[in-house]
């Protein structure tokens, strides 16, 4: 994994100093709040409903074992012993003091982390592919370009201060994992003659004024593809609306303006860059990024194990988990294992510090120090060699994380709602937790099959709802919650917003609501290989709809 | 700041409520005018004392942050059109993992 050279390490600890005086200012009155709110934010700081938020950066998802302890330690002596991982593969604690925060940054820097572009109006974490480097579908680690946009973006003096916040996912694989079309740009790594290039997509996001990105460019070759970004952040950064925050997103641009004409002007400016604004990236520099990214040593291994395969026969649980939460990995042996953060009754994404001392033990003896977090809020040991499956699902078991739910019903994408969110309307994660009641059973749940359940306590969409397969908002009609349910929305390559299918249910009524939906396409599929969005899709979705408010 | 701040009416019985600015706690303003924590023990303010109590607080920024009026009734209890929000900003549980 990258790691941080003198230049890195030096704005990063200058940082945690200027912050700790900005601190030190806040708490004797020095500074007001409306003056210290923009240098909060900046460092990753929310003042939420009940105490302050931090949200420390995790690029593109990694972390090591060193770093997932040292965010366990935080978990116990800074907050109440669990942290919450988020849709931009990055970790928020709910508790922690402002008072506190200073040293939390400090301890933090010491294992080269920050919370740097995890708020304000700058281009935020750049997400990828949780199974970059493993994934037998990519066609190159995309890690390696996360990075190269890292360093790019960072304090970058002409988009600090941008009309909104900006974000950008990157994927290499066939199957987007990296839900790129719902991003301001999404990056889809393509190999065209032997060349490296990008597919550009512009303008998708959800929020209140959802929109699919709009492809603005098929290939453009690696070397270009910063000052093409340059070119889309300064179309962008001069024309994006800053008189309407909710109508200041780049989609908001792109759609007023039309797809021909953003396009036209992102390649107006690109090729107006003089010789002396374009970023030279060479060859060497590149490589010497993908450097970092190198795969680790993975031994030879016979395609079969007979130790995984005797742990299947003689345990069903195993058997089932080892169905349910694996992945292929390029490299035969191997799997890439999710590590669910989605137990039944535990608010989905959060992880006690012992669980992440234990997905950090386990990484470091079978996984090769290598940790993901998914921008479904799971974790992820990528690089898992087949005899060693049954230690590791038996360690994580025994910690409480040996979910077998990767991609089912249960394993939902939940905002933090109103049990947490200033923002929020409603909460999220008691009506996820209901509806997972109803799904406990592992063996109906594997039945059901892929189904995402995506759910949000209001309407900035941060459980994206908008690309659930069922997606469940929440909203506050006169002081009570109500729930609209969406259907037909994923986040893949074939990306789409769900339509919302009539009134608002009360949130006892939810769970009944979601469990007919599911009956009627049990009972209509044309066989469990059918998965659930491809039997709404060719049945259409009124016919679920009359399932949904059908008496329950 | 909240998404929404309701005017409420000067006769409008209201508490002042508020975040520790060292902790981001949330707390209100007791009827002793001191803060607490518990808003069980909330002062309830009507008319020109309710308004000198959060120009007050207003003046306390290294204690309190975003100090605003909160809707209850006579006896304290949340009302109003945020009670969802400030019952769950209140709720005794606070602290507890949901």
Aim: hydrophobic letters at 40%; one cysteine or more; charged letters at 25%.
């Amino acid at each position: 994994m990258y790691r941080y050279d003198q230049f890195d390490a030096q704005i990063v600890r200058e940082r945690v100093a200027q912050f700790r005086g900005q601190v030190t200012r806040r708490l004797s009155g020095e500074l007001l709040e409306d003056e210290f709110k923009p240098l909060r934010l900046q460092n990753g700081v929310y003042l939420q409903l009940h105490a302050y938020m931090l949200r420390i950066a995790i690029p593109y998802g990694q972390l090591s074992p060193r770093q997932l302890r040292r965010l366990a330690e935080i978990a116990r002596d800074y907050d109440k012993g669990y942290g919450h991982f988020t849709t931009r593969q990055n970790i928020q604690f709910n508790w922690v003091a402002l008072k506190d925060i200073p040293d939390v940054l400090e301890k933090l820097a010491e294992v080269e982390m920050h919370a740097i572009q995890t708020s304000g109006n700058c281009i935020r974490n750049t997400t990828t592919d949780h199974y970059a480097g493993a994934a037998q579908d990519e066609v190159l680690d995309p890690r390696a370009w996360c990075e190269i946009i890292r360093q790019w973006s960072t304090f970058h003096p002409e988009f600090a201060f941008l009309p909104r916040k900006f974000k950008i996912a990157v994927t290499a694989a066939e199957h987007d994992r990296a839900a790129i079309r719902v991003h301001d740009v999404g990056l889809h790594i393509r190999r065209q003659g032997g060349e490296t290039g990008f597919e550009v997509h512009v303008g998708g996001g959800q929020g209140r004024t959802p929109h699919i990105a709009a492809l603005v460019n098929p290939f453009v070759p690696e070397a270009r593809i910063l000052d093409y970004l340059e070119a889309i952040m300064r179309v962008y950064n001069r024309y994006g609306r800053r008189d309407n925050k909710y109508k200041a997103r780049i989609k908001i641009l792109v759609s007023e303006l039309g797809e021909a004409e953003y396009i036209r002007q992102v390649e107006e400016e690109f090729a107006a860059q003089r010789p002396d604004e374009k970023i030279d990236l060479p060859a060497e520099e590149i490589a010497r990024i993908h450097a970092y990214f190198a795969p680790p040593p993975l031994g030879a291994k016979p395609e079969v194990s007979n130790r995984f395969e005797a742990a299947k026969a003689a345990d069903p649980v195993f058997a089932r988990w080892a169905r349910v939460n694996l992945h292929p990995h390029k490299t035969p042996g191997y799997a890439s294992v999710t590590v669910s953060l989605k137990p039944l009754g535990v608010a989905p994404g959060d992880a006690t510090d012992t669980q992440m001392e234990v997905v950090a033990d386990l990484a470091e003896k079978y996984g090769y120090g290598d940790i993901r977090v998914s921008h479904a809020q799971n974790l992820i040991l990528p690089h898992i060699a087949l005899d060693d499956l049954p230690a590791v699902h038996a360690a994580l078991d025994a910690a409480g994380l040996g979910a077998a739910n990767e991609s089912r019903i249960t394993d939902m994408i939940v905002c933090p709602g109103l049990d947490f969110c200033n923002l929020a309307n409603a909460r999220s994660i008691p009506v996820a937790l209901e509806v997972q009641k109803l799904f406990a059973d592992p063996a109906y749940e594997e039945d059901i099959g892929k189904l995402h359940i995506n759910v949000s306590g209001c309407i900035n969409a941060c459980g994206h709802h908008h690309v659930g397969h069922i997606g469940i908002l929440g909203v506050d009609r006169k002081g009570e919650e109500f729930y609209q349910i969406l259907l037909g929305g994923r986040a893949d390559e074939k990306a789409a917003l769900g339509e919302i299918v009539g009134p608002g249910l009360k949130a006892d009524d939810v769970p009944g609501a979601i469990h007919r939906v599911v009956e009627f396409y049990r009972a209509r599929r044309t066989s469990p290989a059918e998965k659930f969005i491809d039997t709404l899709e060719r049945l259409g979705h009124q016919p679920f709809q009359e399932a949904l408010y059908a008496a329950g | 700041m909240t998404s929404v701040r309701p005017k409420l009416k000067p006769e409008t019985p209201k508490a002042v409520t508020a975040w520790a600015t060292a902790t981001g706690r949330s707390v209100w303003l007791s009827a002793e005018g001191s803060w607490t924590e518990d808003a069980r023990r909330l002062g309830v303010f009507i008319g020109a004392e309710a308004e000198a109590r959060l120009a007050a607080a207003n003046r306390q920024e290294e204690l309190v942050t975003d100090p605003y009026f909160m809707e209850v009734t006579h006896t304290g209890e949340i009302t109003g059109r945020e009670t969802l929000r400030e019952s769950m900003r209140a709720a005794p549980a606070l602290g507890a993992r949901p």
